[in-house]
């Protein structure tokens, strides 16, 4: 079992960085890929980024890839999203997300564990 808080998110300009956090609880953490999703009003649940139970293999979407940054600390048990050169299309509320698979899954359904989101707001 592993339970998912997220913080860090929060009103930005355009061009600006946030850092989004996740703690989670569990002694299993260091076994789980680990992922960002992000959903904008009226809009699906899309995939931002994973990082493997190590912390040695990172996937992004193309929509984000070179601006945001995934890591994972297993000591603390925490999973990061470092976003940078932010932009409104990234206004959303960001879920972190915990899946048992090893495979880098994208996809909603492969992520059994899920946080209570947490709002980035980017304005022009």
């Known amino acids: 079992q592993v339970q998912l808080v997220e913080s860090g998110g929060g009103l930005v300009q355009a061009g600006g960085s946030l850092r989004l956090s996740c703690a989670a609880s569990?002694?299993?953490?260091?076994?789980?890929?680990m992922a960002w999703f992000r959903q904008a009003p009226g809009k699906e649940r899309e995939f931002v980024a994973a990082?493997?139970?190590?912390?040695?293999?990172?996937i992004y979407a193309d929509s984000v890839k070179g601006r945001f940054t995934i890591s994972r600390d297993n000591v603390k048990n925490t999973v990061f999203l470092q976003m940078n050169s932010l932009k409104p299309e990234d206004t959303a509320v960001y879920y972190c997300?915990?899946?048992?698979?090893?495979?880098?899954?994208?996809?909603?359904?492969?992520?059994?564990?899920w946080g209570q989101g947490t709002q980035v707001t980017v304005s022009s």
């Open positions: 990082i493997s139970s190590s912390g040695g293999r990172t």
């Open positions: 569990g002694r299993t953490f260091s076994s789980h890929t």
């Open positions: 997300a915990a899946s048992v698979l090893v495979n880098m899954p994208v996809r909603v359904f492969q992520y059994g564990y």
